[in-house]
């Protein structure tokens, strides 16, 4: 019933920005913490933001913290990523992810959309 689905990701050169989107349906979401998580080939999936419900409360990961930004618009049922200086040890997967129960962050993904390639180059 519940999914998330994400979008935005594209190539882009070191240094640069892009903006990640994922729209949620099926919760009340409002009533949700939301999070961004990042793969990389041949490596594991790595947690990258999280957002509360108002979008009052956001954390990084440390490799992202100053340079990408969390954020939410309740009234359209979606959160973003805002990825500025980009480097090219960004460049994986990114998949948005809601939590099983109306909790704040951190979270635990149980929701998740198919992924977006975002990829840096040099």
């Known amino acids: 019933q519940i999914q998330v689905a994400e979008s935005g990701g594209g190539l882009v050169q070191a240094g640069g920005s892009l903006r990640l989107s994922c729209t949620a349906s099926?919760?009340?979401?409002?009533?949700?913490?939301m999070g961004w998580f990042r793969q990389a080939p041949g490596k594991e999936r790595e947690w990258v933001s999280c957002?509360?419900?108002?979008?009052?409360?956001?954390s990084y990961s440390d490799s992202v913290k100053g340079r990408f930004t969390i954020s939410r618009d309740n009234a359209k049922n979606t959160f973003y990523l805002q990825m500025n200086d980009l480097k090219p040890e960004d460049t994986a997967i990114y998949y948005c992810?809601?939590?099983?129960?109306?909790?704040?962050?951190?979270?635990?993904?149980?929701?998740w959309g198919q992924g977006t390639q975002v990829t840096v180059s040099s």
């Open positions: 099926g919760l009340t979401f409002d009533d949700y913490a």
């Open positions: 957002i509360n419900w108002s979008g009052s409360s956001t």
């Open positions: 992810a809601a939590p099983e129960y109306d909790a704040g962050c951190p979270i635990l993904g149980r929701y």
